[in-house]
């Protein structure tokens, strides 16, 4: 079963516009990684946070890791018509250190200008 | 640049016609993995390879089978496709697992529709 859920599933925002969005996920984990997918394309990773991290920045990116909760958010700031994609969010449990991601679902994105 | 190509980007085939998906890499990675990803779905991990030793998913149907020949080569074989097949294919790779293990690349996936 999925380990990590996200929301919303969608979210349509304007350029220039924030877009935060949330992925919780049910067992322990070793570190939290987010992807971007562009329609009919594959997945490039953006940014991994580590289950003893509780922030991390790349550029327009910023994760959050709640361990407590178990919950993430991501947000992109100054959003670009350029970043429409779907976001998906992935574990690794300790159980899977060889390398094994666990997805969720995604949330879409769309930037209009 | 290095990189994981996937060919082709679409494929074809007919209800019940052995179809195989091809991915390469140039990144020397040792670890490979094919996931099936459905529309609007997560990606579903079917198998991967550490070297030449093969891990399948518990619940990855016999249909599908793969081959990895190479270092730079891995193949996924649907023997017989069924219409529940047809699903976007994604190639990854990551240069080793164990605590080190940092992330995936992929390629760009071959769109598989089964007539």
């Known amino acids: 079963s999925q380990q990590g859920e996200e929301d919303p599933q969608a979210l349509s925002i304007q350029e220039g516009e924030n877009a935060t969005m949330n992925c919780s996920y049910k067992t322990s984990i070793n570190n939290l990684q987010w992807y971007r997918q562009n329609s009919g394309r594959g997945l490039v990773h953006l940014i991994l946070i580590r289950s003893n991290e509780r922030e991390k920045h790349s550029g327009r990116l910023r994760v959050t890791l709640d361990t407590s909760k178990k919950s993430s958010s991501l947000l992109i700031t100054a959003s670009r018509a350029a970043d429409t994609a779907s976001y998906f969010c992935a574990t690794v449990r300790p159980s899977d250190s060889w390398g094994k991601l666990q997805f969720g679902a995604g949330t879409q994105v769309v930037v209009t200008p | 640049d290095a990189m994981v190509i996937q060919n082709p980007r679409y494929q074809v085939t007919q209800f019940g016609k052995p179809v195989t998906l091809s991915c390469s890499q140039t990144l020397n990675h040792n670890v490979m993995y094919w996931y099936q990803q459905k529309s609007s779905q997560a990606p579903k991990l079917l198998f991967h390879?550490?070297?030449?030793?093969?891990?399948n998913e518990a619940d990855t149907p016999d249909n599908f089978q793969s081959r990895r020949p190479n270092t730079s080569f891995c193949f996924l074989d649907i023997r017989s496709p069924g219409l529940g097949d047809a699903a976007m294919y994604l190639c990854?790779?990551?240069?080793?697992?164990?605590?080190?293990?940092?992330?995936?690349?992929f390629g760009s996936g071959t769109q598989l529709s089964v007539l």
């Open positions: 990854a790779t990551s240069p080793q697992g164990g605590t080190g293990f940092e992330k995936l690349f």
């Open positions: 390879y550490y070297d030449k030793d093969f891990n």
